[in-house]
């Protein structure tokens, strides 16, 4: 059922504002598709995680008076071990709001702040909410994008000394790349996924769930494309895109570590943007890196012309319930879990019962 409410608009003019869900209605889909949508605020993405962790998604667009969609905010309701808390959004890089007008996400934001529960948001730096002085920042994080506005010759001299020499060395050593669209190439990375993150990082990995409902919710407009990366016939590193608007975004990689050497990470970035502009994308994202990986945002430096700074905002839940026990039992199971002595597949079926409460 849609909830009404009318608000002051900009200059005093009087402005409708409607609760709807974000992975169904129309109105939603066209924010999203505009200016300040991203994948991570579109439908499809919100219905694969919302499905994956049994999260209920909420949103409030305001409307102009003649009804047309002009602004909206997107959250998740959370209440479990680890206490009570809004999330705008769940497991995403970033999902501003879909305002650049301080008046309207003040009104969107009013109606969502509550002291019972913080509200965190994670948006570009020079957005709308940043102004808030609701807000509080609480975290910093790297972007880097790569704008495909010419030829993919003219775009690989772009590109950083270092990155094509890479995909020279990977060209040379015979890396072979395949883009496939089909859902089994999504598990053939998963599984790559899930080995990285516990020997490497010592993390558990999203469940398979997500990646199957990921391929179902884009693959009907062939919105995903998952590049694998071979030396010979083995599998040596992968990665996940989705297209959403005009954008192709890098959202997961993965590669063994003993087959770096043949730069294959280089040649997958390599296929993305080839792949990207002969599917006409004006540009790939490619994501969030968090500060404390000097590595990875120096990796992403070689391939983007476009840096920029993704901040992590909160506000409100004053009297939030809270229990950091909970979070430090689930870093005590997540050591336990990613243990060389476990199993692959129990550390895999771990993640998909425990993911959901790092968010």
Known sequence: ????????????????????????DPRWRELALGTHGSVFTSPPWIDAVCGTYGFTPAASIRLDWDGQPRAGLAWVPISDIRGDRLSSLPFSDRAEPLTDDPADFKALADGVLTRAAPLTLRCFDTAVPVTDSRFSQVNAAAWHGTPLDAGIDEIRQRLSQHARRNI???????????????RDAVYHFHDLHVLLRKRKYKLLAQPVELFDRIWDAFAANDAIVTMLAYAGDELIAGAVFLAWANTLYYKFGAS??????????????????RWGVTHNAALVDWGLSDLDQPGLIAYKDKWATEQRRIVTLRAGGEQARNNPQAGAMLGGLTDLLTGESVPDDVT???????YRYFC
């Open 168 to 182: 020279t060395i990977s060209e040379r050593e015979g890396v072979r790349v395949e883009a496939r669209t089909d």
């Open 256 to 273: 063994r570590q003993e087959f770096l050497g043949k730069r294959p990470n280089d040649a997958i970035f390599w296929a993305g943007i």
């Open 1 to 24: 059922m849609e909830g009404r409410g009318t608000v002051s608009g900009v200059n005093g003019v009087q402005a409708d504002s409607v609760s709807v869900d974000p992975r169904h």
């Open 348 to 354: 895999k079926q771990a993640g998909a019962l425990l």
